[in-house]
């Protein structure tokens, strides 16, 4: 299979009749109910099931109102998704935040929102009280909320945004880097990504598999056939070469070694 690593589009996809449909403009009816375990059971024959993608996180602009397109792509991306058994993730705020929780919830799809109520950034937005999700998971400061997201997702879809957006693209982005072959994957929704990650292709010091975790959307159905595109090729990555196992391994045989310990003890 020959992939455009910026593109949701595969170059060539052959898949018989058989197989799951992976067309991207190929949409699900509404379950009846979106317990993972039901879905699995019930469509099994019909989607693919993302094994390794179960909660995806939603990040960009606080300030979208509700009839901005911005807000009805959000709103119209956590749905698909929460059909397909997603849980949604956010920022418990307003704008794509708050579209993204009532997109799941139109589905009757689960939501978890990351929170902090600030009491010194007068310029973070905090809490918003109409964003009312499944379980909230309360927070210290700003730092801790976005780790605590990054936490509780196996990917990220980020829409456009202001400065809170980039710092959450850049952490997703170095964060897939780091941890690659055992990383989140991310998706950028809207084609103005592609102007904007030409210009740090063409100006940064790129390495090669920061190109391999990121695709770009610009639609829901694009961005639902992303993530199974993602969660398919996790699912066949060789850990055999990967990095990360082999630095676990090593561990693992050094602390079977007599006097060796990976933990330590106060004096």
Wanted: hydrophobic content about 35%; aromatic content about 12%; overall charge negative.
């Amino acid at each position: 299979m020959n992939f455009d690593p910026f593109s949701a589009q595969p170059k060539d996809l052959q898949s018989p009749q058989s197989q799951v449909n992976l067309s991207p403009t190929a949409t699900a009816p509404i379950a009846s109910s979106v317990s993972r375990d039901t879905w699995r059971t019930s469509r099994e024959k019909d989607y693919m099931l993302m094994n390794r993608i179960h909660r995806v996180a939603f990040f960009g602009y606080a300030d979208a109102q509700p009839d901005s397109q911005l807000y009805k792509d959000t709103f119209a991306t956590a749905q698909l998704f929460a059909k397909q058994g997603l849980t949604i993730v956010d920022g418990g705020g307003p704008g794509v935040m708050d579209a993204s929780t009532k997109g799941a919830q139109s589905v009757g799809g689960e939501t978890i929102a990351v929170t902090f109520y600030p009491k010194d950034a007068p310029g973070f937005e905090g809490r918003y009280v109409g964003n009312i999700a499944s379980k909230e998971i309360v927070t210290r400061n700003y730092i801790e909320r976005m780790f605590k997201l990054m936490e509780n997702a196996d990917a990220y879809i980020i829409f456009n945004g202001g400065t809170g957006t980039i710092s959450e693209l850049g952490t997703a982005w170095v964060m897939a880097r780091l941890y690659y072959g055992h990383h989140k994957p991310f998706i950028l929704f809207g084609s103005f990504w592609r102007d904007i990650v030409n210009v740090f292709e063409q100006n940064m010091m790129m390495r090669g598999n920061e190109r391999d975790v990121l695709r770009i959307v610009e639609t829901p159905e694009q961005a639902l056939f992303a993530l199974q595109m993602f969660d398919l090729e996790m699912e066949q990555m060789d850990h055999k070469r990967c990095a990360i196992c082999q630095q676990i391994e090593d561990d693992q045989k050094k602390s079977s070694y007599p006097g060796f310990s990976t933990t330590f003890e106060s004096p």
